[in-house]
């Protein structure tokens, strides 16, 4: 895994638990 697709998860992660929230926030 490049780091660049490490990223690329962590920030789907992070997306994914706005998404849950539904917490409308500019990032």
Same mark, same amino acid.
């Given at each position: &895994?490049? !780091?660049?697709?490490? *990223? %690329?998860? +962590?920030?789907?992660? &992070?997306?994914? +638990?706005? !998404? !849950? *929230? +539904? &917490?409308? *926030?500019? %990032?």
């Amino acid at each position: &895994v490049t !780091d660049i697709e490490d *990223r %690329i998860e +962590q920030i789907a992660q &992070v997306l994914g +638990q706005l !998404d !849950d *929230r +539904q &917490v409308p *926030r500019n %990032i």
